[in-house]
T-cell receptor
Framework: DAGVTQSPTHLIKTRGQHVTLRCSPI?????VSWYQQVLGQGPQFIFQ???????GRGNFPDRFSARQFPNYSSELNVNALLLGDSALYLC????????????FGPGTRLLVL | GEDVEQSLFLSVREGDSSVINCTYT??????LYWYKQEPGAGLQLLTY?????DMKQDQRLTVLLNKKDKHLSLRIADTQTGDSAIYFC?????????????FGTGTRLQVTL
């Protein structure tokens, strides 16, 4: 079975641009979470979606938004990019919301110049 | 409060046991996880323990939980060079109707010959 997939794998943007990152969960999983991992740190929670609804949001500005589609895939959008948004963006899927174990994809590495 | 702490670096010789330690602060955490991250990759789930357990063993991995001291450890028996990676502990907490993982800063395990 395929695991969590993310695209693109790498991305270079300039300050002020916007970016869209994509994630497909494990087949049968209905919950997708997004995390930001800055170099040298642990991942930080951004969003969790379940059944196409936002169920949780971390301490990130409104420039960050996401959505989940009927097939449970998800997009993370970041507007007005800052240098500090350079990071590895990780998507995780779980079979349910609440205390479901989260399985991570390979991530998208974003570099903002 | 939400704070997970880990030591930054551990070096062991191949064949020895590795013990990676973690402390957390939120007593309401229900599940505690260990993830492995190799260079440039996403997070691989290694094992997890439910908060009402003291110990869990899974092949070469042993997880010990001291809930009174909020201390979690991961022991890797017969450590191999392929175990070289960054190891993250994470606590799972309810955040409204969602669950989020709060990660430590990671422990870099270096296995020497």
């Amino acid at each position: 079975d395929a695991g969590v997939t993310q695209s693109p794998t790498h991305l270079i943007k300039t300050r002020g641009q916007h970016v869209t990152l994509r994630c497909s969960p494990i087949s049968g999983h209905k919950s997708v979470s997004w995390y930001q991992q800055v170099l040298g740190q642990g991942p930080q929670f951004i969003f969790q979606y379940y059944e196409k609804e936002e169920r949780g949001r971390g301490n990130f500005p409104d420039r960050f938004s996401a959505r989940q589609f009927p097939n449970y895939s998800s997009e993370l959008n970041v507007n007005a990019l800052l240098l500090g948004d350079s990071a590895l963006y990780l998507c995780a899927s779980s079979s349910r919301t609440g205390l479901g174990t989260q399985y991570f994809g390979p991530g998208t590495r974003l570099l903002v110049l | 409060g939400e704070d997970v702490e880990q030591s930054l670096f551990l070096s062991v010789r191949e064949g020895d046991s590795s013990v990676i330690n973690c402390t957390y602060t939120d007593s309401s955490s229900t599940y505690l996880y260990w993830y492995k991250q190799e260079p440039g990759a996403g997070l691989q789930l290694l094992t997890y323990i439910f908060s009402n357990m003291d110990m869990k063993q899974d092949q070469r991995l042993t997880v010990l939980l001291n809930k009174k001291d909020k201390h979690l450890s991961l022991r890797i028996a017969d450590t191999q060079t392929g175990d070289s990676a960054i190891y993250f502990c994470a606590e799972s907490m309810e955040a409204g109707t969602a669950s989020k993982l709060t990660f430590g800063t990671g422990t870099r395990l270096q296995v020497t010959l």
